[in-house]
């Protein structure tokens, strides 16, 4: 009873000849038939941002966007985002300052944050607040996710002693730091 | 060091149990009782479907007790007669199409002759409401010091107050899911879970199988806050059942809707105090009631109640405290654990009820908390004597310093004189939290833990404790490498698959660092002592570890060690006294907020959160879990409500359950005191659950600062605050 549609995808820059249900999203398609899983099923009603992937540059919800509609145009996720065994910055970022934590909201966390940066590559924290407000993390309280996008912009635009203060990450004056 | 659990995360290349590929198997699906209450009279499966592509699983295909194993046997698997909440599970369903498979869920019909639901457990049941025991009453515990009674009597001031504390759903980001297989003669289960041997025992109880026929294995966690403690024992038994019946790998993933409505929350709390004072401030008697709405089944109700009553005096001393609390039946899904597990609730109401005195005795709040602040050698409700080496009064103090909560009061003075629409206000509370099991949960867990050496000179650490977004694996190698003076590439940790791992017991109760790492400690020194030479570390021990392989052949170095109480620790369940927890770790905190009297909305302008926790062993996991946990508790605060109908759920969306967002958090300013632990790994005190205890009351503080209303019932969403106004 289902209808199916054949289309070529252009996922992380390679081309990708796919056959799928016609009403299928953008995510069932990106996990089931390109079985890139790092783009997640968090509430599928577009609702918590765990799914965002880049569709010509622009943050998605993936889950919300009907794969034949896809045709043509460049899409990017997770997987994509290394370069060759180098970290993206944001992902660097991400893990010295330990912002993923149980790392399901990781993945949309960070193409939201790539968006950012293309467009604004010295955000203040407010306008990264506000770019990720549509990115939940049940986590880290998102402070450490914040820090992380103002370290990764710092170190995009060349700004070699970019990034938060120390005070900043790990709070003022504490007797007896641990390790 | 570094985090070790981030790499594959940041890559998209962890498998989550919904990640895992599935190319043979069948999708599971669950059809749930519509009503809350009443007899199964029948389940029509719809002609328009072709069932037998399906696989059709009921009560009747349970091989073993049709109960879920935990401390009563009362919640079935599948009902089989009757039901008692909304979305029980009734029948089960598999089909190799995820979507034909979700469709069919919706032509099953179950019908239900409805009984007359107990929904409110503030009330007490009618004659036709009883459904457990005589009274509807899951679990009734007091804990008694000195004599209240008199004590009220005599006092100078007598204070009453009535708290109230909604459900709160956890809203990990990823939803429960678990895969099943059959391997051999083993029944084979992975997924999103806390405890891999709660899930072990619920399915040899409900499969009717040997220990040894059962597998667990817990996949990466996308969260779990306590979600994942019990209910994954429900989940892990259908498929279980599914992959039993059709002979083939079944994955079952709940999507955001069903995980909403039918998976636990945390328990909806009623709370009053009477508080004798004399006109000092001073504490003279303490005697509070407690109800916690349970659901319709026992689950964990009794043991989250305990832990609510033990914290439900404060961190403050009080000679005279009975402490009276029930937890009890209603007709709605069943409430369970949730980070802080009964405390946020307990504390939430003491807090309030400390500012009320303060502002009947005309007093600052800062200075009755100080005055009444357990010291050293002084008890608590239970008998506890708390001789830690923590200073509490400094804890206080260096919260209202980082806060400038003097400054801050006269600050918004200012602004609400020059503002017309606009009020700022600062609240404080102090609170604590006890670390493990309470009582001798710990002994009765009896935990063990393990190291094994490799041949290389490696060692691996097994537990059945597991990485959920804390840190567990960053910790558990720091705790190993550091025991051992290896570098932490000389560490690694186990799956726990209960297969491989023994009991440690599960990841709960802030217990993971505090008694499971002092585990993995011992267990480090009983290998090492094998080796002949205690004192070895580092490159040496490597070497004799390699040296030993060479000369034993197939044989296997290893260390165990089981949990042991500290040593002059003692509990009596019965009358409730003694030592409820080998440790408290104490916090203070600080809510500045500003509330918008348009639209009574209130933000959160700025947190201060001060903790001792014996000792930080990790600075940026320990920051994590305080920033993380006060942004919890200001959601439960604030903007988290639960919407009932017919004791289910009917706002299981996020669209209209609202979790904080980033745009919502504001800044967070972490710090901490140490006073070492001596039972603890390297002193540490547990650290997981305190930051959540902290906020809320903290928050509704700094509403009633700026507002001048009184609240006492949590969330202060703006229809609450706006019948505050009115007098409601």
């Known amino acids: 009873m289902d209808r199916y549609t054949t289309a070529t995808l252009r996922v992380n820059g390679q081309d990708l000849q796919v056959v799928f249900p016609t009403h299928h999203t953008l995510l069932e398609v990106l996990r089931e038939e390109c079985g890139l899983t790092g783009t997640k099923h968090g509430c599928e009603l577009g609702e918590c941002g765990t799914c965002t992937v880049l569709v010509d540059g622009e943050p998605v919800l993936s889950c919300l966007a009907l794969t034949a509609e896809m045709e043509g145009r460049s899409i990017e996720t997770v997987e994509g985002l290394q370069d060759g065994n180098e970290l993206h910055p944001l992902q660097a970022a991400f893990a010295d300052l330990g912002a993923a934590q149980c790392g399901y909201c990781t993945p949309g966390m960070l193409m939201t944050a790539t968006a950012l940066l293309a467009e604004n590559d010295d955000p203040s924290a407010d306008e990264i607040r506000t770019a990720l407000a549509g990115n939940l993390c049940r986590c880290t309280g998102y402070h450490k996710i914040i820090e992380a996008v103002e370290w990764a912009a710092g170190v995009v635009r060349g700004d070699a002693g970019a990034g938060p203060a120390r005070e900043v990450l790990f709070g003022s004056s504490v007797p007896g730091e641990g390790s | ?728």
């Open chain 2, 1 to 728: 060091m570094e985090r070790r659990e981030g790499i594959s995360k940041l890559l998209g290349r962890e498998l989550y149990i919904d990640d895992v590929p599935m190319d043979r198997g069948l999708w599971g699906a669950t059809v749930r009782s519509p009503s809350p209450r009443g007899r199964i009279r029948e389940v029509r499966f719809s002609p328009d479907v072709n069932w037998d592509e399906f696989v059709v699983v009921d009560h009747r295909d349970i091989p073993g007790e049709n109960h879920v194993w935990l401390i009563e046997s009362d919640q079935p698997v599948l009902a089989a007669d009757s039901v008692r909440h909304v979305h029980e599970p009734v029948v089960l369903l598999a089909h190799h199409s995820r979507e034909m498979v979700h469709r069919a869920v919706r032509s099953v019909e179950v019908i239900v002759d409805p009984a007359p639901p107990v929904l409110d457990f503030r009330l007490p049941p009618g004659a036709d409401g009883i459904q457990h025991g005589t009274d509807n009453v899951f679990s009734h515990i007091v804990i008694r010091k000195g004599d209240v009674d008199a004590a009220l009597a005599d006092a100078p001031v007598v204070i009453e107050g009535t708290y109230e504390t909604g459900a709160q759903e956890h809203v990990y980001l990823e939803n429960q899911g678990m895969v099943a297989w059959i391997d051999g003669d083993v029944v084979v289960v992975k997924g999103s879970l806390q405890c891999p041997y709660y899930v072990h025992a619920a399915l040899t109880h409900g499969l009717g199988r040997a220990e040894d026929r059962v597998r667990v294995i817990q996949s990466p966690t996308g969260g779990g806050f306590g979600g994942k403690e019990e209910y994954p024992s429900v989940l892990a038994l259908h498929v279980a059942l599914l992959a039993l019946k059709a002979g083939a790998p079944v994955k079952m993933i709940y999507d955001r809707p069903e995980d909403m409505a039918a998976t636990t929350k945390r328990h909806p709390a009623w709370i009053r105090h009477r508080t004798g004072v004399d006109l000092d401030g001073r504490l003279l008697a303490q005697a509070v009631e407690v109800v916690f709405d349970g659901g319709a089944y026992v689950t964990l109700s009794p043991v989250v109640l305990s832990r609510g009553l033990i914290h439900a005096g404060g961190p403050y001393a009080c000679d005279n405290v009975r402490i009276d609390g029930r937890a009890v039946l209603t007709n709605s899904v069943p409430f369970g654990a949730f980070r802080g597990f009964g405390a946020p609730q307990t504390i939430f109401a003491v807090e309030r009820q400390m500012d009320k005195i303060a502002e009947e005795l005309g007093m600052d709040p800062v200075e009755l908390r100080r005055m009444n602040l357990i010291r050293e050698g002084q008890s608590t409700a239970t008998g506890q004597i708390i001789r830690d080496g923590a200073d509490r009064l400094e804890v206080l103090d260096r919260a209202l310093d980082l806060s400038a909560y003097r400054e801050k009061q006269e600050e918004h003075a200012r602004f609400n004189a020059a503002h017309e629409d606009l009020r700022r206000g600062v609240g404080l509370s102090t609170y604590f939290h006890g670390a493990g099991f309470t009582g001798g949960g710990e002994v009765h867990l009896s935990s063990v833990a393990k190291v094994e050496a490799r041949p290389d000179g490696r060692i691996e650490v097994l537990t059945s404790n597991i990485e959920m977004g804390q840190g567990t694996l960053t910790i558990f190698t720091q705790i190993a490498s550091e025991s051992l003076g290896l570098e932490p590439d000389d560490v690694v940790i186990a799956e726990a698959d209960t297969f491989r791992v023994p009991n440690s017991g599960p990841t709960v109760a802030s217990r993971t660092v505090m008694v499971v790492g002092r585990l993995i400690e011992k267990a480090c020194a009983d290998l090492v002592a094998k080796l002949g030479d205690s004192d070895l570390r580092g490159p040496d021990l490597k070497q004799a570890i390699v040296d030993w392989y060479r000369k034993h052949s197939g044989g296997v170095l290893d260390g165990a060690a089981r949990y042991e109480p500290p040593p002059g620790t003692s509990w009596d369940e019965d009358s409730y006294r003694g030592d409820a927890y080998g440790a408290f770790a104490w916090g203070a905190c600080v809510v500045e907020v500003e509330v918008d009297l348009r639209t009574l909305g209130t933000r959160v302008l700025d947190v201060v959160a001060v903790q001792e926790v014996g000792k930080v062993l990790n600075e940026l996991l320990a920051r994590g879990q305080i920033q993380g946990g006060v942004v919890q508790a200001i959601g439960w605060a604030l903007m988290e409500e639960c919407v009932w109908s017919d004791g289910a759920m009917v706002n299981n969306q996020l669209t209209n359950y609202m979790i904080p967002t980033s745009d919502d958090v504001p800044p967070i300013r972490v710090d901490f005191l140490e006073a070492p632990y001596a039972h603890g790994t390297g002193g540490a005190k547990g650290i997981g659950e305190l930051p959540v205890d902290g906020p809320a009351p903290a928050v509704a503080a700094a509403i009633e600062a700026a507002t001048g209303t009184h609240p006492r019932v949590i969330p202060v969403t703006p229809e609450r605050l706006m019948e505050l106004y009115d007098g409601a």
